[in-house]
């Protein structure tokens, strides 16, 4: 069932986050289900406008309806990631969406206030909320000033006025990570004093974190072994963190990078162990697997595994 996004933050905030996971194609919907229906965890289905176009719009949403199908206890909204203006007009519009993240975080911060206000208005006419985003996120790396580090990061006094201003539901914060599979470089840790500030100056209000990926070093050399060159370096974000981060009002934490890894490592393994083999249902069944054993680890990570039945009660 589609629920509004607030139906999940609320029994959340404070104690445990929601997984917000990007998916392109039937076989993450699949294992997106299975494993959050084995976890017994709410969970937040993430469209890019990427995904949107890889798959069409009419596709990747009868994909989610069709995995609904075949799951129909699963809880879950559906959300809109790094929207334009006129993308998050089109999602507002469509009837299918709980929510849209409007991404004005390159603009000033007026600008932003201003672009931000306008999809809000939209949004909250016909019942869905908006996450806005603001800082910079960006890879904090060990050579990077301590100075420097903090100028990145999401200021928490512009936080309050920035959500007071626009009118925004959730706020996506830079607290040290960033996106895709090059975090960090060396020792890797969120910036709990900076996410404790922002909850001190907004409390009750979702945070979101983007690039919560944690690109697991055993998948990484995997992906190595079966002839991928990832920098085997790479660094993300230290899973054991989410709980923490939950309890300080970290509510949704989005997750893309590591799912594109087990896809990755699953296919490379399999066709260097069966080279022979051309049918691509075999590793497909297999990622299927593999990505809701993957979902049900995140879940236990984020607090949320167990959770679907006292969602459910809420809902009435
Ligand atoms: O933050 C962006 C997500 O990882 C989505 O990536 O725009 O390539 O679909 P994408
Ligand atoms: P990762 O690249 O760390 O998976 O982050 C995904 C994300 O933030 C989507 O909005
Ligand atoms: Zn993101």
């Given at each position: 069932?589609?629920v509004?996004?607030?139906?999940l933050?609320r029994p959340a905030y404070?104690?445990?986050?929601i997984?917000a996971?990007?998916?392109?194609?039937m076989?993450q919907?699949?294992?997106?289900?299975?494993g959050?229906i084995?976890a017994?965890?709410p969970f937040i289905i993430?469209?890019?406008?990427?995904?949107?176009?890889y798959a069409?719009?009419p596709m990747?949403?009868?994909?989610?309806?069709?995995?609904?199908?075949?799951?129909?206890?699963a809880?879950y909204a559906?959300?809109?990631?790094?929207g334009?203006?006129?993308?998050c007009?089109?999602?507002i519009?469509s009837?299918?969406?709980s929510?849209?993240m409007?991404?004005?975080?390159?603009a000033?911060?007026?600008e932003n206030?201003?672009?931000?206000?306008?999809?809000v208005?939209?949004a909250h006419?016909?019942?869905?909320s908006?996450?806005?985003?603001?800082g910079?996120?960006?890879?904090?790396?060990e050579d990077?000033?301590?100075d420097e580090?903090?100028?990145?990061?999401?200021?928490?006094?512009?936080a309050?006025a920035?959500?007071?201003?626009?009118g925004?539901d959730?706020?996506?914060?830079?607290?040290?990570?960033s996106?895709g599979a090059?975090?960090?470089?060396?020792?890797?840790?969120?910036?709990?004093?900076?996410i404790e500030?922002i909850q001190?100056q907004?409390?009750?209000?979702?945070?979101?974190?983007?690039?919560?990926?944690?690109?697991?070093?055993?998948?990484?050399l995997?992906?190595?072994?079966?002839?991928?060159?990832l920098?085997p370096s790479?660094?993300?974000?230290?899973?054991n963190?989410?709980?923490r981060?939950?309890?300080?009002?970290?509510?949704k934490?989005?997750?893309?990078t590591d799912?594109?890894?087990?896809w990755?490592?699953v296919?490379?393994?399999?066709f260097?162990?069966?080279?022979?083999?051309f049918?691509?249902?075999?590793p497909g069944?297999?990622?299927?697997?593999?990505y809701?054993?993957f979902?049900?680890?995140?879940s236990?990570?984020l607090?949320?595994q167990g959770?679907l039945p006292?969602?459910?009660a809420a809902l009435?």
């Amino acid at each position: 069932m589609i629920v509004s996004t607030d139906a999940l933050f609320r029994p959340a905030y404070g104690k445990y986050a929601i997984g917000a996971y990007n998916i392109n194609n039937m076989e993450q919907a699949l294992g997106l289900f299975l494993g959050h229906i084995n976890a017994q965890a709410p969970f937040i289905i993430q469209l890019s406008k990427g995904s949107r176009k890889y798959a069409g719009i009419p596709m990747i949403e009868a994909i989610i309806r069709a995995a609904e199908q075949l799951y129909p206890e699963a809880i879950y909204a559906v959300h809109l990631d790094h929207g334009d203006e006129a993308t998050c007009y089109a999602c507002i519009d469509s009837g299918f969406y709980s929510s849209v993240m409007i991404d004005a975080s390159h603009a000033s911060f007026e600008e932003n206030v201003a672009i931000t206000r306008r999809v809000v208005e939209r949004a909250h006419a016909k019942g869905l909320s908006v996450e806005a985003e603001l800082g910079m996120l960006g890879g904090v790396e060990e050579d990077i000033t301590v100075d420097e580090k903090h100028a990145m990061l999401t200021n928490p006094n512009e936080a309050k006025a920035f959500v007071e201003q626009s009118g925004c539901d959730s706020l996506a914060v830079a607290i040290g990570t960033s996106h895709g599979a090059y975090k960090f470089k060396g020792q890797q840790s969120l910036h709990f004093e900076r996410i404790e500030a922002i909850q001190q100056q907004l409390p009750g209000v979702p945070l979101v974190m983007h690039g919560s990926s944690s690109v697991p070093q055993d998948e990484v050399l995997r992906i190595n072994a079966a002839g991928g060159t990832l920098d085997p370096s790479a660094r993300g974000v230290d899973e054991n963190e989410f709980k923490r981060a939950a309890e300080l009002g970290v509510t949704k934490v989005n997750i893309d990078t590591d799912g594109r890894l087990v896809w990755t490592r699953v296919h490379r393994e399999y066709f260097r162990d069966y080279p022979e083999d051309f049918d691509f249902r075999k590793p497909g069944a297999l990622f299927v697997e593999e990505y809701a054993r993957f979902i049900v680890n995140k879940s236990e990570k984020l607090g949320s595994q167990g959770k679907l039945p006292e969602v459910r009660a809420a809902l009435g």
